[in-house]
């Protein structure tokens, strides 16, 4: 059975830090991406990772605070956040799919973790 499966969320200041982790049962490559989903809105993409960890992409609205990689012998993945904002608030999902292509658009991915709440207070 394939698992997502994340860590590292929390309360945090405005301008702060955090760092989440995905850890994958996954056995065959896949791309692995992360989204957010705040309360009353859509599942939203936030950054996204190829196979191999070279090629990177992100919303417009964390590039430069946000930086996603992974480790591959470890089997997980990570989210570092970076100068936070009230509204990066949401829940942060953990996604997995068979290309970048895939964990770019919500209905696209294959497999998703539980979720990690992150609450940025003003």
């Known amino acids: 059975q394939v698992q997502l499966v994340e860590s590292g969320g929390g309360l945090v200041q405005a301008g702060g830090s955090l760092r989440l982790s995905c850890a994958a049962s996954?056995?065959?490559?896949?791309?692995m991406g992360w989204f957010r989903q705040a309360p009353g809105k859509e599942r939203d993409f936030v950054a996204a990772?190829?196979?191999?960890?070279?090629?990177?992409n992100y919303a417009d609205s964390v590039k430069g605070r946000f930086t996603i990689s992974r480790d591959n012998a470890k089997n997980t993945g990570y989210l570092q956040m970076n100068r936070l904002k009230p509204e990066d608030t949401a829940v942060y999902y953990c996604?997995?799919?068979?290309?970048?292509?895939?964990?770019?658009?919500?209905?696209?991915?294959?497999?998703w973790g539980q979720g990690t709440k992150v609450t940025v207070s003003s």
């Open positions: 996954l056995r065959t490559p896949y791309a």
């Open positions: 990772v190829s196979r191999r960890g070279s090629i990177r």
């Open positions: 996604a997995a799919a068979g290309t970048l292509d895939s964990v770019l658009t919500a209905r696209r991915v294959n497999y």
